[in-house]
């Protein structure tokens, strides 16, 4: 190569290299408005960013990895937790936790239902941009949970789901319980997301250790509100209709409602629901 051939050279790749940054930029350009669900950007949603911003929730929490990582990542937290917990949460976190025990963790801001409602529809517009599967699973930030630390026992780590004894592929494709098992793992949302299977461990949702039998005791107990008459048929009604009969405790529900979502009757399949029975049926 002689030296105008080298001059060409560099600037033939240049041009190319150019070309290619241009083209890929203006790409990711045109796909902005489709994976940001820009037709779904509100005045809701927009004041909700407000209040994110005057309340300086950045400061503490992260969106898209974004922020401090003093307390976990709020990207997916509307799809892993809800309207009715965050509007909940928002309006007094100390019922959450217990401020004796951990001191305060997130200061009550002293928002109006208002803007409370649009901040919840902004982290709702927010868990929906599609990230092209990031983040891979939910955020932990050490030190912190998903989900509230109140009646965590002493000394106990954050609440991971205790391991499940696998079986082979040929029993998981027949066996209810390991069908359930796994749409427990995976529904959306997943039900790992606010419930341990760790005796005493608290997340959004009570520990889910030894329910079959807790769910045998709450039928025959005076103060039950539901329908069942059975621990199955409890198991049933506690995922179609959560707020038929609510779990005790303030960070559970509010005025008879529950804080796990009501939607799971329209989202799984009648036979999903009858593996999820089947799966909590054997915590005795
Ligand atoms: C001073 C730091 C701080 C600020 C400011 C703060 N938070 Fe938090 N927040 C926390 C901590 C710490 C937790 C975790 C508490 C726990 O583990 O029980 C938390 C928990 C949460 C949760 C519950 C998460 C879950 O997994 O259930 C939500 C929702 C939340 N914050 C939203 C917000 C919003 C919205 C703002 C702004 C209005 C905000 N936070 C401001 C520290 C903060
Ligand atoms: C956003 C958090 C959340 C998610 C997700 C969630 N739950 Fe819940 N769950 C709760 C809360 C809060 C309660 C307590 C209030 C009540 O009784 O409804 C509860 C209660 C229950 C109970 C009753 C427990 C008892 O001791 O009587 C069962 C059973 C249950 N959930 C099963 C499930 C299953 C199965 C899934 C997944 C399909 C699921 N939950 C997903 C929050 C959640």
């Not at 990031?134 to 932990?140: C, D, G, K, N, V």
């Not at 509010?254 to 029975?277: E, N, R, W």
Request: proline content about 7%; some cysteine.
């Amino acid at each position: 190569m002689n030296k105008r051939q080298a001059r060409l050279f560099a600037i033939g790749s240049t041009v190319v290299a150019a070309l290619a940054f241009l083209g890929l930029t203006i790409d990711s350009h045109r796909q902005f408005p489709k994976l940001t669900n820009a037709q779904n950007i509100t005045v809701a949603v927009t004041h909700g960013k407000d209040v994110w911003h005057k309340n300086n929730c950045i400061n503490c929490h992260t969106l898209f990895g974004e922020g401090a990582y003093y307390a976990p990542d709020l990207t997916k937290i509307a799809q892993h937790r809800g309207a009715a917990y965050l509007h909940a949460y928002l309006k007094d976190p100390s019922k959450f936790y217990d401020e004796q025990r951990h001191r305060r963790l997130m200061p009550k801001q002293d928002m109006t239902d208002v803007e409370i409602a649009d901040l919840v529809s902004f982290l709702d517009w927010v868990s929906k941009v599609d990230n092209q599967g990031w983040p891979p699973r939910p955020i932990l930030v050490t030190g912190a949970v998903i989900g509230p630390m109140g009646a965590r026992p002493a000394g106990q780590a954050a609440a991971v789901p205790a391991p499940l004894p696998r079986l082979a592929p040929a029993v998981v494709d027949k066996d209810p319980i390991a069908l359930g098992e796994a749409v427990f793992r995976t529904s959306a949302p997943a039900c790992t997301a606010c419930h341990s299977l760790v005796p005493g461990a608290q997340m959004a949702g009570p520990s889910l250790a030894g329910v079959a039998t807790r769910a045998q005791q709450t039928v025959g107990s005076a103060g039950y509100k539901g329908q069942a008459k059975d621990a199955a048929a409890y198991l049933r009604e506690s995922i179609v209709q959560p707020s038929a009969h609510t779990v005790a405790g303030a960070m559970y529900s509010a005025s008879g409602v529950s804080f796990m979502p009501a939607t799971y009757d329209k989202d799984l399949t009648p036979d999903q629901i009858a593996q999820l029975v089947a799966y909590l049926a054997t915590f005795k």
